[in-house]
């Protein structure tokens, strides 16, 4: 199993700089070939610009990295290779909202996209829409990605203040708890009703998880499981 380790922090520095990827650059060839095949396999995915990032060092509740540009192809074929640049990391926002009765609401991805029936809380990779001002804005990727999967805005729920920052192997997931004013069957319902109008959402089908009070390093062993076995492939 995976080593876990979980930050708690209130400060991101997350600088972006025009770095130059090796692995991008000298297994091209290759890359573009495994992108091909599984272009084959789910045809909507699209190789768009994404951000990596290096660096992270955690220090008094302050995490800081470097992030740079690449293209989705290195990213995916860096994931489905196992992770061959150790120096590099997937580090995202995760928005882990939270329904008014304790409920945490996850997402399950929809059979077109590039992780197909895996459940998570809303998130993606960082791309350019989330840089502001030379540094990689992890706030303004929750939200937008939040948005886009369930349709729910910054007014739907309120951010606490503090990042649960999930290290497992070559990810970096940066959770915020999200709370919403409406029990978990309301947002569900909220939710779906968005995805029901919507001609290609990116989710299929609206989960909720109880039982879990808190993202601590304490939580409950079997959510520990769950964040170790979805985080990775993020």
């Not at 509740?61 to 290195?74: I, N, P, V």
């Not at 502001?132 to 203040?161: K, Q």
């Not at 309301?186 to 001609?199: G, M």
């Not at 409950?220 to 993020?234: C, K, L, M, Y």
């Amino acid at each position: 199993m995976t080593s876990l380790t979980i930050h708690r922090v209130t400060t991101l520095d997350l600088a972006v700089r025009p770095i130059v990827w090796p692995f991008a650059e000298e297994r091209r060839a290759e890359i573009e070939a495994h992108f091909a095949e599984k272009q084959r396999e789910r045809p909507k995915i699209w190789n768009g610009r994404v951000l990596l990032g290096c660096d992270a060092v955690f220090t008094d509740g302050h995490l800081a990295a470097t992030y740079f540009e690449t293209d989705f192809a290195s990213f995916l074929a860096w994931r489905d290779w196992g992770f061959p640049d150790k120096a590099v990391f997937n580090g995202f926002g995760m928005g882990a909202l939270r329904a008014s009765d304790g409920a945490f609401v996850m997402g399950e991805m929809a059979a077109h996209t590039a992780n197909a029936g895996r459940i998570y809380f809303p998130s993606g990779t960082p791309d350019l829409d989330d840089v502001r001002d030379g540094a990689l804005d992890i706030p303004g990727s929750v939200a937008r990605e939040l948005g886009e999967e369930t349709g729910l805005t910054e007014a739907d729920y309120r951010a606490e203040p503090d990042w649960h920052c999930v290290v497992t192997g070559p990810s970096i997931a940066m959770m915020q708890v999200l709370n919403m004013n409406v029990p978990g069957e309301v947002a569900r319902a909220r939710i779906e009703a968005n995805l029901a109008r919507e001609v290609e959402p990116e989710l299929s089908t609206i989960h909720l998880v109880r039982g879990v009070s808190d993202l601590t390093p304490s939580m409950p062993r079997f959510v520990t499981a769950f964040v170790e076995q979805q985080f990775a492939s993020r």
